[in-house]
């Protein structure tokens, strides 16, 4: 490596930081639980389940790409790439839940809305840690904000939008507010979501600049699209159903 130190920063940061993430996540729902009117051993079983349910996630994910199972480099592809499959898994899941789970929906309404928004701002260190990767040649340009990313500005509004849904008192305003950010939030990641399997070595490849997206296959790198793709999707989600279940007192 040219710079071993920035590989290193680029490697260890996309362990750290997911669990980081995930770790906050669990303590914004230990918070979350204590509003609303579930028993202590209610509360307790649903962090335990989620907690187990983010440790099989994390150690299944971190295992298959550790092992080299979710290769998708030319002289192993399968179709469809297993680790395509894997990473669409979470979303099928968060949007039966939310729509058909009594409970989920009872959380929803309950999070404070700008809690929702803030959290976006996790995006901007992402992307600082993809420029990292790419710096060292192993990802292509158009994966970046000096290519056609432009996800880190999810990030950065972040922080004035979550401000002005914790500070707005009309509901209808907020509703409004919450939808607009957060379908500007989804086309920017379903943007660089597409521009990345356009840049991986298969069949429908469009980007054949080098070196291709295939290290999101990777151990630790799988971690950027199965846990904080996955976090920031589920944020959107999350906050578009409160804005839905939310009704003028």
Known sequence: MENSALYYSGFIGFIIFPLFCVL????????TLKKTDFTIKKQNKILLQTSFIFLFWIS?????????????????????????????I???VLLLLVNFNTTIKTIIKVIPSHWLVYFQSFRIIVEILIWVVFLQNL?????????????ILVGIFALPVGFFVAKQTSISTKKKLLIGWNIFGLVLLATIIIISILSMPLPIRQ??????????????YMWLPAILVVIAYSLHILSLKQALLMKEK
């Open 24 to 31: 906050l996540i669990l303590r914004g729902l230990q918070l």
């Open 60 to 88: 299944l994910t971190g295992i298959l790409s550790a092992s080299g199972l979710l290769d998708m480099s030319k002289e192993k592809l399968i179709l469809p790439p297993p680790a395509l499959i894997l990473v669409n």
């Open 90 to 92: 979470p979303w099928v």
């Open 139 to 151: 990802l292509p340009i158009q994966m970046t904000f000096e290519g056609y990313n432009f996800d």
């Open 207 to 220: 980007f054949m600049n080098e070196p291709s997206a295939v290290i999101v296959s990777t151990f630790p």
